[in-house]
C-alpha cells in the first residue's frame, strides 16, 4: 500500500523537505508524515528533531525543513537503512515499518556550519545546477544549515566597479580563472588564467539565484560575500590619491587592497550589498576577510596607536556591510587567530572586533584540529577568552587543498567538539562546523563529523564505525572491522596538514611522504580487500574498493621511489630499471582502478570546466585552469592539491616519473617545470583502460605488489631530504620539499659527496615557506676529495609558519672533470 507525504509547516518548508526526500530515496510516495514545530523548550534556541513509526508510517518533527530531513536520515541510519555520500546512495526503505517509540534528538547548537572560501577553488569552480543540487540535498540530510554561498561575487563587483568608471579591460585584466577565485577574493592573487567573459557572469547569476532559492527554501542561512577591500590596480586611474596597498603571497603573488581607512572602502562596500541584494533579495550574513594571511605593518603591539588602528580598521569594515543592510551580520574566517597568533594576540584581535556590536558579528574558529593536532596550541575560544562575547562556530578542517590522501584522527573528530561545549570559555558558541578546503574525500569523516555536530555525548567510535560499515556496506563483516581497527592505528589515528606521497611531489624533490604509512595502514587496505567475497554486490563498496587499493597501492608506489633511487645510489642500473616497470605497473593499475570510481577522475574535473563554455577559446581557457589548480597551482604552489586520480596519475604524475627516471640513467637534467606548464597548455586527456572486474583487478594488483616492503630501501637515514648528481661544468640549483611539522626542529642542512672525484661547491642555502625566504646563507663553501661533507647551520624564528610549502634551495656546482654525486640531509635539535 502506497502513502502519500503529508507536510505541514510554515510557508511550505515542510514541502521542500519532502521534495528533498523524494530525490535522494528516487520515490514520490512513502508512509511518512513531516511537520515543522518550534522546540517546545523556549529557553532552547537550539535546532532540534523527534521521529516515531506509528501504523507503519514515519512521523517527523522538527523546528527547521533541515531538522526533518536530518530526522530522517537519523531514522534512516539507526536502522541500518543506508546513507546518502558523494558516491552514492544506497538508501533503501522497507515496504512495512516497523512502529518504534518517539526518539527526540536536540543539537547542542543552534546551527550547523559548511565549506571554507577555498572549497570554491579545490572542489566547486565549475559546478552546475545538477551537482549543487545534489549537494544542497547532502547537507540537509547532514543537518547544514548554515553554509558559505560565494557564487556570482565577481559579477556583482564587477557591475558597481564598472558604476565607478573602471573598463571592462581594467576589470579582466584583475579577474583570474574560476578555479583561482577564492584567493584573488580573500587578495592573494590576480591575474591568473583571467579573463571572465559576461556569459561566465550571466551563468553565475543564473546559478546563484537557484543556490540561494533552495538554501532559503530549506530554512538555511547562507552567508554570502560582502566587499573585503581588493580592487585592481587601474582604480589609481580614477581615485590618484586614494590608499592603495600591494599585497604580496606565496612569493609570487599580488593584489592590491583599498585601507579600510580611505572613504573608498566604504563606498565601494556599501555599494557592493545592495546591488547584491538587488539582485538576490536580503541577505543575513556576510563573509568579510580582509587580513586573512595578510602580514600588514601595524604599529608595534602595545602601542596606542596600534589598537586605536585596528579598532578603526574593524568598525570600518563593519559599516560597510551595515550601511548596505542595517539588519546585516558580518562573519569572518577565523584561520589567521592559530596560524598568525604572533600578529593576532588578544588585544590585537580584540582591538579589531571591539566597535562591532556583539549580535552583529560571528568569529568562524576555522581549524580547531590544526590547534589541537598540528600546532600543539592553546585552543583558540581558550586563548581569546571566549570570543569577546560575539558569537563564533566550532570547525575543523579535514582536507587541505582536496587530498585524497587518508589523514585525520577520528577520536578527535568525533569528539572533540565537547571540549568547547564544556569549557568555562565557550562563551556565545552557536554553531559546529566543517570548512575542508576540499570535498570528495575521506567521505568517513564528514558522515562522523556531522554525526558529532547533533551529540552532546562522547561517540563511541568503534560502534559508529561498525553501524557506518552496514550502512553503506549493508554489512559489517569482521574484516571491515579489522580494517578500521588497523586504519585507528595509522592514517585514521594521526593527522597530516598535507597528506601526499612522495610520488605525487616533482620528483627529486622529496624523499619520503607524509602519508603515515605503517604496517597497520597496509593491513587495514588487505583486510578490507579480504571482504570482497561478502560485500561486491555493494556499490559503494566497489568504490571503496577501487579507491583504498589505489591509496594501498600508492604507498607501495612510495616505497618503490625511495628503493629506485637507492639502486642508483648503488650503482645498480639493472635492478633500477627492474623496479621503474615495477611503479609504472602499479599506477597505471592505480589509475584504471580509479576509472570506475564516481568522482576520483580528472576526465569528470575537466568535463564540469567544459560544460561552462560556449566557444573554443573559453572550452580551452577553462580546462587550463581546471588543471592548472589541481597540478602546478600557479606555480609555484606545486603539487599543493595532490588528487589520486584517474586520468592525473596517467598523464601527469607517471610521465613526470619516467622523465626523472631517463634523467637518472643518462646524467642529463630534464626541464620539469617547462614540461609541467606545457601538460596545463596541452588539452584532453589520454585514453583509459577500465577494468570490467573491479574486485579481482583490485586483488591481482595487491598480490603483485606483496613483494614491495619497507626491506627494498635499505636507507636507514630518516632525515635525508635526497640526492644530487651534477654532471663536470654545470651548476645546478636544488630544490627539496619539507614537511612543514619539522621546521621548528632543524638546526642546519648537511650535504655530503658520496661519488666522484673533483671539487664541488655549495652556496646559496636557502629556506622558503609560503613565498617568503626564511633564511638564506649566500656563502660558497667546497666539497672536495679531502672534505667528503659540509654542515650550514639553520638559524629561524620563532613564530615560523609553513602552510602552502617549505622549500630548501641549493645551487651546488661540479667544477671537476667527472660527475659527482652526493644526498642532502636536514640536521634536527
Known amino acids: 500500500m502506497l502513502f502519500p507525504y503529508i507536510s505541514r509547516g510554515q510557508k511550505g518548508g515542510a514541502t521542500e523537505a519532502r521534495h528533498v526526500l523524494e530525490r535522494v530515496t528516487g520515490q514520490t510516495t512513502l508512509p511518512i508524515t513531516l511537520t515543522i514545530k518550534k522546540n517546545p ?146 587578495g592573494n592573487v590576480s591575474g591568473i588564467d583571467g579573463p571572465l567573459d559576461e556569459d561566465w557572469h550571466r551563468d553565475q547569476i543564473k546559478l546563484q539565484h537557484k543556490i540561494l532559492a533552495r538554501m532559503k527554501s530549506l530554512g538555511m542561512k547562507p552567508i554570502c560575500p560582502g566587499f573585503p577591500g581588493f580592487v585592481p590596480q587601474a582604480f589609481k586611474r580614477l581615485y590618484p590619491e586614494m590608499e592603495l596597498l600591494q599585497t604580496h603571497w606565496g612569493g609570487a603573488f599580488c593584489n592590491w587592497m583599498v585601507s579600510p581607512q580611505d572613504p573608498l572602502f566604504m563606498e565601494i562596500g556599501v555599494a557592493f550589498i545592495r546591488e547584491w541584494e538587488k539582485e538576490f533579495g536580503k541577505n543575513e550574513y556576510y563573509l568579510v576577510d580582509s587580513f586573512n594571511e595578510m602580514d600588514i605593518p601595524f604599529p608595534a603591539k602595545g602601542s596606542k596607536e596600534r589598537y586605536e588602528l585596528l579598532a578603526s580598521y574593524g568598525d570600518k569594515v563593519y559599516q560597510s556591510i551595515r550601511k548596505g543592510n542595517p539588519q546585516a551580520t558580518w562573519v569572518m574566517q577565523g584561520w589567521m587567530f592559530g596560524y598568525q ?13 571591539s566597535k562591532v556590536p556583539d549580535d552583529k558579528m560571528i568569529l568562524l574558529d576555522l581549524a580547531v584540529d590544526y590547534n589541537k593536532n598540528f600546532w600543539h596550541s592553546e585552543v583558540n575560544w581558550e586563548f581569546y577568552k571566549g570570543f569577546y562575547n560575539k558569537r563564533w562556530v566550532y570547525s575543523v578542517i579535514p582536507s587541505m587543498g582536496g587530498k585524497t590522501g587518508m589523514t585525520g584522527i577520528l577520536e578527535f573528530y568525533a569528539n572533540g567538539h565537547l571540549e568547547a561545549l564544556n569549557s568555562t570559555n565557550k562563551g556565545r558558541l552557536m554553531a559546529h562546523g566543517m570548512a575542508p578546503e576540499g570535498l570528495e574525500n575521506n567521505e568517513v569523516i564528514y558522515e562522523l563529523l556531522c554525526d558529532a555536530g547533533w551529540s552532546d555525548k562522547r561517540i563511541d567510535l568503534h560502534e559508529w564505525l561498525k553501524e557506518y560499515s552496514h550502512n553503506r556496506y549493508g554489512d559489517c563483516p569482521a574484516t571491515v572491522r579489522r580494517c578500521w581497527s588497523l ?93 621503474e616497470k615495477d611503479f609504472e605497473y602499479l599506477l597505471s593499475g592505480m589509475d584504471a582502478l580509479l576509472c570506475t570510481h564516481p568522482y576520483l577522475r580528472l576526465e569528470r574535473w575537466i568535463d564540469f570546466a567544459h560544460r561552462h563554455a560556449s566557444t573554443p577559446e573559453q572550452h580551452r581557457r577553462y580546462e587550463r585552469n581546471a588543471k592548472r589548480i589541481v597540478t ?133 642555502v636557502k629556506l622558503i615557506a609560503d613565498g617568503t625566504v626564511l633564511t638564506g646563507n649566500p656563502a660558497i663553501v667546497s666539497l672536495g676529495n679531502d672534505k667528503g661533507s659540509i654542515v650550514c647551520p639553520i638559524a629561524l624564528p620563532d613564530d615560523i609558519r609553513g602552510n602552502n610549502g617549505v622549500e630548501l634551495q641549493i645551487k651546488i656546482q661540479n667544477d671537476g672533470t667527472e660527475s659527482i654525486s652526493g644526498h642532502i640531509y636536514i640536521v634536527t635539535e
Open 341 to 353: 597568533r604572533h600578529i593576532w594576540d588578544y588585544e590585537t584581535l580584540g582591538a579589531l572586533v
Open 632 to 764: 602546478v597551482w600557479g606555480p609555484p604552489v606545486d603539487d599543493y592539491s595532490a588528487r589520486v586520480w584517474s586520468g592525473l596519475i596517467r598523464d601527469y604524475y607517471l610521465p613526470r616519473w619516467k622523465h626523472y627516471f631517463e634523467s637518472r640513467k643518462t646524467g642529463r637534467p630534464f626541464d620539469f617545470a617547462q614540461w609541467e606548464k606545457d601538460w596545463v597548455e596541452a588539452g584532453g586527456c589520454s585514453p583509459a583502460t577500465v577494468p570490467t572486474d573491479i574486485v579481482n583487478t583490485a586483488r591481482a594488483l595487491m598480490d603483485y605488489a606483496a613483494f614491495i616492503t619497507p626491506a627494498l630501501v635499505h636507507d636507514t637515514h630518516s632525515n635525508r631530504l635526497g640526492s644530487w648528481s651534477i654532471t663536470p661544468g654545470q651548476s645546478e640549483t636544488l630544490s627539496f620539499t619539507l614537511q612543514a611539522d619539522k621546521l621548528q626542529a632543524i638546526s642546519a642542512i648537511r650535504i655530503t659527496k658520496a661519488k666522484g672525484n673533483g671539487t664541488a661547491t655549495c652556496s646559496n
Open 487 to 579: 586504519l585507528l592505528e595509522s592514517v585514521y589515528g594521526t593527522f597530516t596538514d598535507h597528506p601526499r606521497y612522495n610520488w605525487q611531489f616533482r620528483p627529486g624533490t622529496v624523499r619520503q611522504g607524509s602519508i603515515n604509512l605503517n604496517e597497520s595502514f597496509f593491513k587495514a587496505m588487505e583486510s578490507f580487500v579480504a571482504a570482497s567475497d561478502q560485500l561486491e554486490g555493494s556499490q559503494l563498496y566497489l568504490a571503496d574498493l577501487a579507491e583504498f587499493t589505489a591509496l594501498y597501492l600508492g604507498g607501495k608506489a612510495e616505497l618503490l621511489v625511495r628503493a629506485i633511487d637507492w639502486q642508483y645510489e648503488k650503482g645498480d642500473t639493472v635492478r633500477a630499471e627492474k623496479l
Open 41 to 186: 523548550d523556549k529557553s532552547e534556541r537550539k535546532t532540534y528533531f523527534r521521529y516515531k513509526v506509528k501504523n507503519g508510517i514515519l512521523n517527523v518533527e522538527g523546528n527547521s525543513p533541515v531538522s526533518l530531513c536530518r530526522g530522517f536520515y537519523d531514522y534512516v541510519k539507526g536502522n541500518r537503512m543506508g546513507l546518502y555520500s558523494w558516491s552514492g546512495t544506497n538508501i533503501a526503505l522497507p515496504s512495512q515499518l516497523q512502529d518504534i517509540e518517539w526518539k527526540r534528538v536536540v543539537s547542542p547548537f543552534e546551527h550547523h556550519y559548511l565549506f571554507n572560501v577555498c572549497t570554491y577553488g579545490y572542489t566547486m569552480p565549475y559546478w552546475d545546477w545538477e551537482r549543487w543540487e545534489k549537494e544542497i540535498d547532502w547537507m540537509a540530510l547532514h543537518g547544514i544549515d548554515m553554509p558559505l554561498a560565494l557564487v556570482a561575487y565577481e559579477a556583482i563587483i564587477a557591475r558597481v566597479w564598472k558604476n565607478m568608471g573602471l573598463t571592462d579591460e581594467e576589470i579582466n585584466s584583475y579577474f583570474v580563472g574560476p578555479a583561482h577565485l577564492p584567493w584573488m577574493r580573500m
